[in-house]
Nanobody, 119 residues
Framework: QVQLVESGGGLVQAGGSLRLSCAPS????????MGWFRQAPGKEREFVAG????????NYADSVKGRFTISRGNAPNTVFLEMNSLRPEDTAVYYC????????????WGRGTQVTVSS
């Protein structure tokens, strides 16, 4: 079974940077686009950033605009999240997700990678 595998999480000081990666293991997925979500302790999962393959359009949560950048890799269904000027409130488990059956829904998920920002 194909899985989305995230990597690049870790511990960083406030103001620092991290780069998350996501790629499918196994065979290639057919998707409309991919994105990143995050879930902090005691909070609901929230959208962070997304990218559509057609036209490479991107969108971001207001809380990360100007600090985070989503981009696609050269390999199919590979996506990155460049995170700069990190804040303690960015601490969360970050999940990669794919739009497999509809461009309106994210319906395929990775297991997540922990990002911790210390003050």
């Amino acid at each position: 079974q194909v899985q989305l595998v995230e990597s690049g999480g870790g511990l960083v000081q406030a103001g620092g940077s991290l780069r998350l990666s996501c790629a499918p293991s196994g065979r290639t997925l057919s998707t409309y686009g991919m994105g990143w979500f995050r879930q902090a302790p005691g909070k609901e999962r929230e959208f962070v950033a997304g990218i559509r393959w057609g036209g490479n359009s991107t969108n971001y949560a207001d809380s990360v605009k100007g600090r985070f950048t989503i981009s696609r890799g050269n390999a199919p269904n590979t996506v990155f999240l460049e995170m700069n000027s990190l804040r303690p409130e960015d601490t969360a488990v970050y999940y990669c997700a794919a739009q497999r059956h509809s461009p309106r829904n994210y319906d395929y998920w990775g297991r997540g990678t922990q990002v911790t920002v210390s003050s």
